[in-house]
């Protein structure tokens, strides 16, 4: 039987497997997730956080087919899995965004109409919109997706951009660009106290004209509503007229899907909490400020909150006092107040008992890790942190089945970082959104021991190593050969010939040492075919422990062994 040759030249690659840990997919960093390296994957060894307050140390999260298999200290891996070593690593589940514009475009605007009256303008004109769905000008290819993901996102209600009543929010998943990622559509309608397109001279121009109009909508509705099921269940009664407003307004006043009431302080959050009152429509309140002041009231309606990551600028507490008149220390003296209450808001609501969630709108992707320290620094807990940047996100959305924990049967979306959640040094090493994983630069930290790279008497890699690799082609050996160049290394493995008898060897390429991971590639050549190989591992003094990952094939256990140099 002749052997295929794919199948003989994989047989031959597999002896070249270094040492390494498979801290990464692939040997730089890979922010796009093109695809998974096999259907099931291991992280071995981690410290997991499953839900807030729970956590596993010593652990392994096993992920088949994009959702999570198992999680434990006795998981029993299949021998297909890709295996990452995460000794170091700490996961958690993915944060999810509350309400996102990451990829959202906008309508066209409409025509204005020949015979418009700015008093009673059409809906459209008035900023009437609930018939929009936000996926219709949404692209999943759009840079933000990936500068939020790259925070930790790996979910988000996105949210259509517009007037008083913009569209209807889906949810979606921040996976593979080939999937349309769409989770759930038309999940909840976006409302805010903005005036027709903007414009004081459109009715309603004003945030008590909003206030006015979302009334006369809602009953409208509602007599619609009630009009369409009777015809439908009844004779003798006059067809109702077909309103697309209307009919995109039912699934809200049969409250099977909330309304999203985008709030900027108390004031609106009043207004918007009497707009419940009276209507009695499911009411989340996104953004919002000087929560203290309505907290008793958000309790008593039962109102959801998704509050802004976004925190204001700091200079004004630098501000150098005994310089400034004072009018302007009084000025400045409120502002200070005004920003030191903004840092306290999340902690206000988790003292109040009310669970909420976060929403990036209005903040930039960067600040993520940086504000949330602050939050917990003005009195938020850890646990509560984390619970707004995920389970209590899911339950708002309404996702909890399948997101916002760690949990066999969930959805893989996960983060991986280098230290704790909340700690200064913390990095994002990988990704996991809906089973794809995303790979992210980790930087060296400078320390008084080494250069740059983070290199130390423990973690010198430059030398002479022998390496074998246990693989289902059986066990083999070969050498690795680094020098170190500047900042820089460079290198030459050697392994079995792919082509016949002997050894061959090839450049190593984008050799990377961070901390104690090294991570690099090469190529090989047979059988008329260009492969790579790229591997990463942990740096132990002498020792070297990984494994080799092979795209097509998965990744295998490899060990390697300084020597001295012999020749």
Do not use: C
């Not at 922010?31 to 060894?45: D, H, L, W």
């Not at 307004?249 to 900027?264: A, H, R, T, W």
């Not at 090493?429 to 992210?440: L, N, P």
Request: charged residues 20%.
């Amino acid at each position: 039987m002749i052997m295929n040759p794919k199948i003989q030249v994989f047989k031959h690659v597999l002896v070249l497997a270094l040492f390494l840990s498979f801290q990464n997919i692939k040997a730089q960093s890979d922010p796009s997730g093109e695809k998974r390296v096999t259907g099931t994957i291991a992280f071995k060894n981690a410290t997991i956080t499953t839900s807030p307050g729970k956590t596993i140390p010593n652990s392994t999260v096993l992920i088949k087919n994009g959702l999570i298999e198992a999680i434990g200290t006795n998981i029993t891996i299949p021998k297909e899995a890709q295996v990452i070593l995460a000794d170091s690593l700490f996961i958690y589940p993915g944060f999810i965004d509350g309400a996102s514009s990451a990829g959202v475009g906008k309508f066209a605007d409409p025509e204005k109409p020949a015979n418009f009256n700015p008093a009673n303008p059409p809906d459209e004109m008035a900023g009437i919109t609930p018939w929009r769905n936000v996926i219709d000008v949404f692209d999943n290819k759009n840079n933000q997706i990936n500068d939020w993901r790259k925070s930790g996102f790996t979910i988000a209600q996105l949210i259509p951009d517009g007037g008083m009543i913009s569209g209807k929010t889906a949810v979606v998943v921040f996976g593979n660009q080939s999937s349309t990622n769409i989770l759930s559509q038309n999940s909840a309608l976006s409302v805010k106290f903005q005036g027709a397109r903007g414009s004081s001279r459109v009715y309603p121009g004003t945030p008590l004209g909003v206030m006015a109009k979302f009334r006369d909508v809602y009953k409208n509705t509602e007599l619609a509503s009630r009009h369409s099921k009777l015809f439908a269940s009844n004779s003798g009664l006059n067809r109702p007229e077909i309103n697309k407003t209307y009919e995109a307004l039912y699934p809200v006043v049969d409250k099977n899907i909330p309304v999203l009431f985008e709030v900027s302080d108390d004031i609106e959050i009043r207004r918007a909490l009497s707009l419940q009152k009276e209507n009695g429509f499911r009411l989340v309140l996104l953004g919002g400020s000087n929560f203290e002041k309505v907290i008793n009231e958000i309790k008593s309606s039962n109102a959801q909150v998704l509050l802004s990551l976004k925190l204001p600028d700091d200079k004004v507490t630098k501000a150098k006092m005994e310089e400034l008149s004072e009018e302007m220390q009084a000025r400045t003296k409120r502002i200070q107040e005004a920003y030191q209450s903004q840092l306290k808001q999340a902690s206000y609501l988790e003292s109040a008992g009310i669970p909420f969630g976060f929403t990036s709108s209005g903040s930039k992707s960067g600040d993520t890790f940086k504000n949330l320290r602050l939050m917990v620094e003005n009195g938020l807990s850890e646990n509560a942190a984390l619970a707004a940047l995920t389970i209590n996100t899911a339950t708002i959305l309404g996702i909890q089945k399948y997101a916002g924990t760690l949990e066999k049967g969930k959805l893989a979306n996960m983060i991986i970082l280098t230290a704790p959640l909340l700690d200064e040094e913390t990095q994002i090493k990988h990704v996991v959104a809906d089973g794809y994983i995303f790979d992210y630069e980790v930087k060296a930290k400078k320390n008084g021991n080494g250069d740059k790279n983070g290199n130390n008497g423990a973690m010198a890699i430059d030398g002479f190593w022998e390496y074998t690799s246990d693989t289902p082609a059986g066990s083999s050996s070969g050498t690795l050969e680094i020098k170190k160049e500047g900042d820089s290394f460079k290198g030459t493995i050697t392994y079995d010939n792919p082509g016949g008898s002997g050894k061959a060897s090839s450049e190593m390429k984008n050799i990377t040492l961070s901390g104690s991971n090294l991570s690099f590639s090469f190529d090989v050549a047979a059988g008329g075919m260009s492969l790579v190989v790229n591997v990463s591992g942990e740096v132990n003094g002498d020792r070297l422990t990984g494994n080799l990952s092979l795209s097509e094939y998965g990744s295998f256990p490899m060990n390697a062994t300084k020597k001295p140099k012999s020749f």
